[in-house]
């Protein structure tokens, strides 16, 4: 990838499957990411849900396209095909995403053109006890604080 000169257009992919109860908060926490509006997608990949899904999801300006395979993986492949976005970010139905997510992601890939990748820790969202989030974070996060690959190396 070249050196980004202006801040590049995001397809955020979501793949989901019978979340009626959490879809709503995942894609209102992108609604209020610090990113420029006309500048993200937000496509929910639905595996053949049997609530209100896909019907939430549009009606919060998402983009819903169906997943036969019904599992997550394909899921991600199905928006990836259909995505239209200079840069990809996946996240789940479960997840609420800090609202400087893709701008501090976007800057890893100003600085360095090699970058293709970058990730970060992923804490419980609803952990009733400070220890329990704790020790998530303290086993997560020599893994995923931030992953950097560089491509052929």
């Given at each position: 990838?070249?050196?980004?000169?202006?801040?590049?257009?995001?397809?955020?992919?979501?793949?989901?499957?019978?979340?009626?109860?959490?879809?709503?908060?995942?894609?209102?926490?992108?609604?209020?990411?610090?990113?420029?509006?006309?500048?993200?997608?937000?496509?929910?990949?639905?595996?053949?849900?049997?609530?209100?899904?896909?019907?939430?999801?549009?009606?919060?300006?998402?983009?819903v396209?169906?997943?036969?395979?019904?599992?997550v993986?394909?899921?991600?492949?199905i928006?990836?095909?259909?995505?239209?976005?200079?840069?990809?970010?996946?996240?789940?139905?479960?997840?609420?995403?800090?609202?400087?997510?893709?701008?501090?992601?976007?800057?890893?890939?100003?600085?360095?053109?090699?970058?293709?990748?970058?990730?970060?820790?992923?804490?419980?969202?609803?952990?009733?006890?400070i220890?329990?989030?704790?020790?998530?974070?303290?086993?997560?996060?020599?893994?995923?604080?931030?992953?950097?690959?560089?491509?052929?190396?």
């Amino acid at each position: 990838m070249e050196k980004l000169t202006s801040l590049p257009f995001i397809s955020i992919i979501i793949p989901a499957k019978n979340e009626e109860k959490l879809i709503r908060s995942c894609i209102t926490s992108l609604h209020a990411l610090d990113y420029p509006k006309e500048k993200l997608e937000i496509i929910v990949v639905d595996g053949l849900s049997t609530d209100q899904t896909d019907i939430v999801a549009r009606e919060l300006g998402a983009t819903v396209i169906s997943n036969v395979k019904q599992i997550v993986s394909p899921g991600r492949n199905i928006g990836f095909e259909n995505a239209k976005g200079e840069l990809i970010a996946f996240t789940d139905a479960d997840c609420i995403v800090d609202k400087n997510w893709l701008a501090s992601s976007v800057k890893y890939f100003e600085q360095d053109e090699t970058v293709a990748c970058v990730g970060g820790p992923n804490p419980p969202r609803k952990a009733k006890v400070i220890l329990a989030k704790r020790l998530v974070l303290f086993l997560i996060n020599p893994f995923l604080r931030l992953v950097l690959f560089t491509p052929g190396k």
